[in-house]
């Protein structure tokens, strides 16, 4: 490991960082080898190779997990989900509205809404930090703030209007996103 001799690190070095890295855990060991690494490659201007490639391939060496360490994944969907305000539009008033209102937000992309069994719709959550809402998210409760939406019974990838794209995301495939698309479906003012 030339690189370690090049900045006064031996291998015991390394190795003595490996004893007092053995409280963290193997992914956080990791990142902070890692992070060294590519602060000492950066330091570095004249290098024959791409030094971080190197340095990270050279300390990921190190660090090779065992396979005992491979951590339980559990899938937990959330039980409930509260919304505390609904807004329905009819379509071509929710296109202009999005529409409106990312132009006057200065946006120069085009807007995103979620298409989802025959409805268009956006979610506004609340703060996703707040301690109360990270609290009922770990009991399994999600808080939107409100949800517009407006029917829309086929799938298109864009919908072009006088005032320019809306882009449509097939959510069909979220669970959660098919039973609000369902619930506000039968609470429609609008239906067909």
């Known amino acids: 490991m030339p690189w370690l001799r090049a900045f006064g690190l031996s291998l015991q070095d390394i190795l003595k960082w490996h004893e007092l890295s053995r409280d963290l855990d193997a992914f956080s060991a990791l990142w902070i080898l890692r992070t060294c690494c590519v602060s000492i490659a950066q330091a570095i201007t004249p290098f024959p190779t791409h030094p971080t490639k190197l340095l990270i391939s050279e300390a990921m060496s ?95 990838p864009e919908v072009r209007s006088p005032l320019g794209t809306l882009r449509l995301i097939n959510a069909s495939a979220n669970p959660n996103f098919v039973a609000l698309a369902d619930l506000l479906r039968r609470h429609s003012k609008y239906k067909p």
């Not at 559990?74 to 509260?82: D, G, R, S």
Request: hydrophobic share 40%; aromatic share 12%.
């Open 62 to 156: 190190f660090c090779v997990m065992s396979e005992k360490a491979t951590p339980e994944i559990t899938i937990e969907p959330y039980k409930k989900i509260v919304i505390h305000e609904v807004i329905e539009y009819q379509f071509s008033d929710y296109v202009e509205l999005v529409l409106t209102g990312t132009r006057a937000a200065g946006g120069t992309t085009i807007p995103l809404v979620h298409w989802c069994n025959g409805i268009v719709f956006q979610v506004v959550p609340f703060n996703p930090n707040g301690d109360a809402v990270i609290e009922q998210q770990l009991e399994g409760i999600v808080h939107y703030s409100s949800v517009s939406f407006a029917l829309k019974e086929k799938f298109e």
